[in-house]
């Protein structure tokens, strides 16, 4: 078989990743088009679009429309930038012939007389070529744009439009009077298929049809198996044990099934359309096929990668065993409904087909696909269940997983309602809407742990790279740590914003396309000054919320991940994250204004109100709030301080809020204490400026003790104690001597004020040992006196 090689050359092509297009006629001289015919080209498909637009019987897609004249704008600025040059060619060659002769001056050489003209021909030509680009540029765009606008238009009007309820006969009558002519045309397109597929199996086209659909069945058979062997075993030798070869095995499940599946659909398409056999509607309808075949085989993958239920231990997300199990066949089951949907949608389009048969089809999609998912999530919810019975913990559930689900449970309900009652457009876009939004968070969670994990993995100050990163640039530990937090952040936040990008346009239309009748209806409403509009009101109510959800996981990455790996210490820590919640807040407060088109003449009312609010009942809490802001700028005290004020109020202080300071005294008990008073107060802050703890003990001692072995012993137990200072020295000096005692103030020096009431027990204990051990009381002996008193005898007083 002499073409064996080739055919083998392009299965190894293909499978690299090449999109073949392998055509025996192509013509490689072909003559260029000139920027004339060009011009002329952009014009006709302009007028077209214009034309199509005008004909109210023209079944052409708006987003077909739309993409033509984008892709005229992409070509007049293409031309244009490639005119460019040429034109400072033709007048740097002006330049060197120089100005023409003024009148009255000798005539130049008819050689160069002629050379300016024709320079000048070409450069008026090449101007007016330029100029008309740039006017084709200008009205693409603004037929792009009124196409946009039309489309927007119909998805509104595609919304709000409703049919019969599918529970009357009207509903079922439409289709059924249209089915034969439906079934008419379907039976031409198979008529036509099968003409392209008995010509594809003609000998010419027969043996690279063969050889693709053998590459085909082998890539779905033992492809997908070998290859995901091979990535796996290249995941377990070269990729670290720990949470990146889980999520690099996870990748590789999904990848592996897009891989071979899509390329299976391609070498299929390609076996049919050798040599270039099938007509455009057929060609159409197949890359269609193969786009959507490429879409089940990722949500499959995705959903066997998510899932894991083979393998438990590669699981990403927090499912339990039981309920991996019970979603299993959803992946394969919501695949394979988009698969057949959407063909039969294209092939609906293609030939034509009745608006009751598209109604019905998209019903039946609806009902389908919400079907699916609200079964999904009473089998997620049984098996919650059965683990609580069965006192089994369950899974920890983040609070977006919460949210994402009641949405989907709310999705279901609202679309079969809407196939209830008849809005079927409606169902059939929230239904799409589902499962184009499930897609999307699935992959960005399974992308966002594979950057994280992949990212720690490389910068971790105990991995390889990163130990190799310390050598080779003298990075410090924690600068590492810190870069890891900062990207991975940064990837979230990309990722997400990425995915609320694609969410927000799937078809060409944003959340304010809903809102545009009700904007419509409302626009003549104002408060004051302010006009009311839905839109406004949306965007400002999304800012809000996103603005503060935004500041608060921002604030929480800096306190529990970003700041703890710095060297600032845990008060400056506070300030900082406390700082940044005040200028973040008052930020979205400003961004949610704007977003509701608010101007200073329109909340100039409010701000006079606050002015006397502040001026009376006000004027104390904005005192203290001035006063927190004085504190975490200056810093006189700060989180971690021990403080004293004049108020009996001592203890260390725990929170700089808004209004107050919470100090937490020895006994537990916390004191809200405004922050007017510690900046208009006498305030005793004991551990400012890394202060050092002083140990006091004043020991009395006998006079007929010696003062010398007693001031040696005292200095030997101060200097011996591990939690003594050598700088400054300890000290003993006698102070007094008053009532038959001497006093010694003995003083020694610690590194902190917390460590001297443990100091000072430790040394008293430590001195009345040694003082008993070396004899030395601390009381000298009391002296007693007896005195004997002489009898009294009876005999004597009786005389008396």
């Not at 909340?603 to 203290?624: E, M, P, R, Y």
């Not at 200056?634 to 403080?643: A, I, L, S």
């Not at 460590?755 to 001195?767: M, R, T, Y």
């Amino acid at each position: 078989m002499p073409n064996l090689p080739r055919y083998f050359l392009l299965l190894l092509l293909v499978l690299g990743g090449g999109t073949l297009h392998a055509q025996s006629n192509d013509q490689p001289n072909a003559p260029a088009v000139t920027p004339a015919q060009a011009l002329d080209q952009m014009g006709d498909q302009l007028d077209a679009v214009k034309a199509a637009l005008k004909d109210a019987k023209a079944d052409v897609p708006l987003a077909d429309l739309r993409n033509t004249a984008l892709g005229v704008q992409d070509q007049a600025r293409a031309l244009t930038a490639s005119l460019t040059p040429q034109m400072a060619a033709l007048q740097a060659q002006l330049t060197v012939l120089g100005p023409p002769p003024a009148k009255g001056a000798p005539a130049e050489a008819p050689e160069v007389a002629a050379q300016r003209r024709k320079l000048d021909r070409a450069q008026a030509d090449l101007d007016a070529q330029i100029k008309q680009s740039q006017l084709l540029n200008q009205n693409a765009m603004q037929l792009a744009a009124q196409i946009t606008g039309l489309r927007n238009d119909q998805f509104q009007a595609r919304l709000a439009s409703r049919t019969s309820t599918p529970f009357s006969r009207t509903f079922w009558a439409d289709p059924a009077r249209t089915f034969p002519d439906d079934l008419t045309r379907l039976r031409r397109l198979g008529t036509r298929f099968a003409a392209d597929l008995g010509q594809a199996w003609q000998p010419p086209n027969r043996t690279p049809l063969l050889w693709c659909l053998i590459a085909a069945a082998l890539l779905l058979g033992g492809g997908r198996w070998v290859l995901e062997r091979l990535l796996l075993m290249l995941a377990t030798r070269h990729v670290p044990d720990g949470h990146l070869r889980r999520s690099a095995m996870a990748s590789a499940v999904a990848l592996t099934a897009i891989l071979t599946t899509g390329l299976a659909a391609q070498l299929a398409y390609l076996g049919l359309n050798w040599n270039d056999i099938l007509d455009d509607d057929i060609r159409a309808l197949a890359t269609s096929a193969v786009r959507l075949v490429c879409f089940a085989a990722f949500v499959t993958g995705l959903g066997r990668a998510l899932l894991s239920v083979r393998r438990p231990s590669w699981r990403l997300p927090a499912l339990s065993d039981l309920a991996a199990q019970r979603l299993r066949p959803f992946p394969w089951l919501l695949a394979a409904a988009a698969l057949l949907f959407g063909m039969v949608e294209r092939t609906s389009r293609t030939i034509g087909v009745s608006l009751p048969a598209t109604v019905v089809t998209r019903g039946l999609f609806a009902l389908a696909i919400s079907g699916l998912i609200g079964v999904a999530l009473l089998r997620l919810r049984r098996s919650r269940r059965e683990l609580a019975v069965g006192n089994t913990e369950a899974e920890h559930r983040p609070l977006w997983v919460g949210l994402l689900l009641a949405a989907a449970a709310l999705g279901v309900v609202i679309s079969w309602l809407g196939v209830a009652t008849g809005f079927i457009a409606l169902a059939f876009f929230i239904a799409v809407q589902m499962l184009w939004i499930g897609v999307i968070v699935a992959t960005v969670y399974l992308l966002i742990h594979l950057l994280t994990d992949s990212i720690d993995t490389l910068l971790s100050p105990k991995g390889r790279s990163g130990e190799r990163l310390q050598a080779t640039f003298g990075l410090a530990p924690h600068t590492l740590e810190q870069a890891s937090t900062l990207l991975v952040g940064v990837c979230r936040i990309g990722l997400i914003l990425l995915a609320l990008a694609t969410v927000l346009t799937p078809f060409g239309a944003g959340p304010t396309d809903l809102l545009n009748s009700a904007r419509q209806t409302l626009s003549n409403l104002r408060l004051g000054n302010l006009p009311i509009e839905p839109g406004s009101i949306f965007t400002g109510a999304l800012t809000l919320v996103i603005g503060a959800v935004v500041l608060r996981l921002l604030k929480r990455w800096l306190r529990e991940e970003l700041l703890p790996k710095s060297t600032m210490e845990a008060g400056m820590q506070d300030s900082i994250v406390t700082l940044l919640g005040y200028l973040g807040g008052m930020l979205v407060f400003v961004l949610t204004l704007a977003a509701l088109h608010v101007d200073l003449k329109s909340i100039a009312w409010i701000v006079s109100a606050l002015s006397v609010g502040i001026g009376f009942g006000l004027q104390a809490i904005v005192q203290n709030f001035i006063s927190g802001l004085i504190l975490l700028v200056e810093r006189p005290v700060k989180v971690g301080d021990w403080v004293s004020l004049s108020s009996d109020v001592e203890g260390d202080i725990r929170r700089i809020n808004v209004r107050a300071t919470e100090i937490q005294m020895g006994d537990r008990s916390t004191v809200i204490v405004p922050n007017s008073q510690l900046i208009t107060q006498n305030v005793r802050n004991v551990t400012l400026a890394n202060a050092q703890g002083r140990v006091q003990i004043k020991l009395p001692m006998p006079l007929d003790a010696d003062a010398g072995k007693v001031r040696e012993l005292i200095l030997e137990v101060l200097r011996a104690h591990a939690g003594t200072l050598k700088l400054p020295e300890p000290f003993v000096r006698l102070e007094n001597l008053d009532g038959g005692m001497m006093m010694f103030n003995c003083i020694a020096y610690v590194a902190s004020p917390r460590e001297v009431g443990g100091v000072k027990s430790d040394l008293l204990f430590e001195l009345l040992e040694r003082l008993r051990g070396a004899r030395m009381p601390l009381t000298s002996p009391q002296s007693m006196l007896v005195r004997t008193l002489p009898p009294v005898f009876e005999d004597d007083s009786e005389q008396g």
